[in-house]
């Protein structure tokens, strides 16, 4: 039997790191809506 979840930081931060969220108009947005929240954590990795 496997499991679904398999951490990996490498996938994690391609994923949903900081310059990933970056790159597209949405990802953008998403930090641009964290930042005006007030997130402590913009995103998992980075920055």
Request: proline share 2%.
């Amino acid at each position: 039997m496997s499991f679904t979840y398999n951490p990996k930081k490498k996938k994690r931060a391609t994923t949903h790191g900081f310059l990933a969220r970056s790159k597209t108009h949405g990802g953008r947005r998403v930090l641009q809506a964290r930042r005006r929240k007030g997130r402590k954590n913009l995103s998992t990795v980075g920055s």
